[in-house]
């Protein structure tokens, strides 16, 4: 098993373009999230999905966009990436409330 | 309002001690704590986790803590070794929403020395 992976690794936009960031698992998990990793701040919660074809919004969806078409990925969309979206993006999944996220190993992004 | 704390950033430890990483929470609704551990460049991976009706939970050289009273949780590695050497994430859960919803802290750098 691959577990979760991440595609890409690492990207640099300019102010105003648009990019799709990937996150696949192979476990058949129900749950998938994505979160933000900035510095001091943790990991914040952006959407999630409890099911294929579900998504619901976190702690910090604004300016993102999510999609749950098959139930092994989850794409993050930026639409008009801002500066503000530079940060580390980690994907989740998990296959059950009872269990343990597991999580892939992150896109580093940068928004010029 | 971080609903999740780790009031320190970072912590030393030799070799072979006791390293102690706190975590305190203020909502009452969480009833699921979980710490996880992260190396640079790569995802957090799941370390130990406790559930409210416990007051301690152990693996190994891993023991966490809970005070629910205190609204507090601590890490417990003993003996320390350098290769927990990483950053340290406390967070927390609503379990009975049907579905896990975490809260992080912004996490502790453990520096273990040989």
């Known amino acids: 098993n691959a577990g979760v992976t991440q595609t890409p690794k690492f990207r640099v936009l300019k102010t105003g373009q648009s990019m799709t960031l990937l996150c696949a698992q192979d476990m058949n998990h129900e749950y998938m999230y994505w979160y933000r990793q900035d510095p001091g701040m943790g990991l914040r919660l952006i959407h999630y999905s409890v099911g294929e074809g579900t998504t619901a919004k976190g702690e910090v969806p604004d300016g993102y966009n999510v999609s749950r078409l098959k139930k092994q990925n989850f794409l993050l969309g930026l639409e008009s990436a801002a500066p503000s979206q530079t940060s580390v993006y980690f994907c989740?999944?998990?296959?059950?409330?009872?269990?343990?996220?597991?999580f892939g190993p992150g896109t580093r992004l940068t928004v010029l | 309002d971080q609903q999740v704390k780790q009031n320190s950033p970072s912590l030393s430890v030799q070799e072979g001690r006791i390293s102690i990483l706190n975590c305190d929470y203020t909502?009452?609704?969480?009833?699921?704590f979980l710490w996880y551990k992260k190396y640079p460049a790569e995802g957090p991976t799941f370390l130990i986790s406790i559930s409210s009706i416990k007051d301690k939970n152990e693996d190994g050289r891993f023991t966490v803590f809970l005070n629910k009273s205190a609204k507090h949780l601590s890490l417990h590695i003993v003996p320390s070794q350098p290769g927990d050497s990483a950053v340290y994430f406390c967070a927390a859960s609503p379990i009975n929403t049907g579905f896990q919803k975490l809260v992080f802290g912004t996490g502790t750098r453990l520096l273990v020395s040989p």
């Open positions: 909502n009452s609704m969480f009833d699921y």
């Open positions: 989740a999944s998990i296959k059950d409330h009872t269990d343990t996220q597991y």
